[in-house]
């Protein structure tokens, strides 16, 4: 392998001889290795993208190249420093944004950002107001770019389309499991109608479609030495969505009591300073960008990710686990049953995460 990756890195446009290769991230889709190299340059990132996920990996790509530039022009303009605050996508020796090798896997590379910090979990409400800044800045950064996107993973957080693919895994139960899980099946049953409601409004139109990242963790924002955002990474999904998407998806992350797998069900709920605290810094620089439809409907936006993502594990646990890399043999049910858990407090305590986003959202549309 070491020596596979050593060919691969040749491939790329780095300015310095590769020195070493180490493993980096715990993905549970692509593999990472951070490549250092010899001398005063940067070092750089490779990856390799799974292309059971990413069908169109070239496109993608092309994606994250628009994007990005579109992003270091915004930092220039702003009188940041583009090298720390966007990503710069290294091309092949051959001037093509990704290398295909013999077994017809794909490979980028971008360069890494020096002394940068990055966070497995956002502990503190003071952490989570940074990510909320770093998304809403993403986004914002965005608002003028208009050239349609690829849809990397079409349908990605359409719950429509996420309910034909539930309803075919269940009609093929292909792994047996349906009958094992009967109880889990009806929990998003019961939801359905409500999420196809609250997406009928992108539909109509009355939720704009905006430039989203799609995978908004904490884990995918770097930070500098004082603790400011440097820039959000992970592009892959970086595609045309509701910005209600990606702020959903962060509340599901940042601000879960217990873990995304949690088996311990009682430590997992919604913690509601983390919630005002990635909502604050969210809206501190988005408020005056969204409209109120879309305001209205960010605590929301929570539990329609969370369900979403109840349905997409159970969905790969009756599948039999062939989409996100598993531990151990009932992982998918696990975390089905975890995000579960953050469903049901969310649910309860949706009045006061409303209360929440509209004293904060008035307090920035009035500055
Ligand atoms: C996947 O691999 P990672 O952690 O970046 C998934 C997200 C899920 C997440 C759940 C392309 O992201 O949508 O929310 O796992 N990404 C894709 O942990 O499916
Ligand atoms: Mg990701």
């Known amino acids: 392998m070491k020596r596979d990756l050593r060919d691969i890195a040749a491939r790329f446009a780095f300015d310095a001889p590769v020195a070493g290769i180490e493993s980096l991230g715990a993905g549970f889709i692509n593999d990472t290795f951070r490549i250092r190299t010899a001398g005063a340059g940067p070092d750089y990132i490779l990856q390799r993208k799974n292309r059971e996920i990413f069908r169109d990996v070239p496109a993608m790509m092309e994606n994250i190249r628009k994007v990005t ?60 107001r940074k990510g ?92 500098d030495d004082a603790g400011e955002v440097l820039c959000v990474i992970d592009l892959d999904t970086v595609m045309n969505s509701p910005a209600l998407n990606d702020f959903g998806d962060a509340i599901r992350s940042y601000a879960n ?59 790969d646990y009756i599948d039999g686990d062939r989409y996100y890399k598993t531990a151990y043999d009932e992982h998918n049910l696990v975390r089905a049953r975890a995000q579960y858990a953050l469903l049901c407090d969310m649910e309860r305590r949706y009045d006061d995460m409303c209360a929440t986003i509209d004293r904060i959202a008035r307090r920035y549309r009035e500055r």
């Open 69 to 128: 530039e579109h992003i270091r022009r915004r930092v220039e303009a702003a009188g940041g420093d583009p090298e720390r605050e966007a990503m710069r996508i290294v091309p092949t020796r051959e001037g093509a944004l990704c290398h295909t090798d013999d077994g017809g896997e794909y490979w980028t590379a971008a360069q890494f950002i020096e002394g940068a910090k990055s966070y497995d979990r956002a502990d503190t409400p003071a952490l989570a």
């Open 132 to 223: 909320g800044e770093g998304i809403g800045r993403f986004q914002s950064q965005l608002s003028d770019f208009t050239e349609p996107l690829t849809p990397t993973i079409p349908g990605f957080h359409d719950i429509r389309h996420r309910f034909a693919q539930w309803d075919a895994a269940l009609a093929r139960d292909a792994a047996g499991r349906c009958g094992r899980v009967r109880a889990e099946i009806d929990r998003i049953e019961a939801r359905r109608d409500e999420m196809l409601r609250y997406h009928r409004l992108t539909e109509t139109g009355e939720i704009p479609v905006r430039v989203t990242h799609n995978d908004t963790k904490i884990s995918n924002i770097l930070f």
């Open 257 to 315: 009591t217990g873990a995304e797998d949690d088996p311990h069900t009682g430590r997992v709920g919604l913690s509601p300073e983390m919630f005002a605290a990635y909502a604050e810094g969210y809206l501190s620089v988005r408020a005056r960008e969204l409209t109120q439809a879309e305001i209205d409907r960010l605590a929301f936006s929570a539990r329609y990710i969370t369900c979403e993502q109840v349905l997409r594990f159970l969905m």
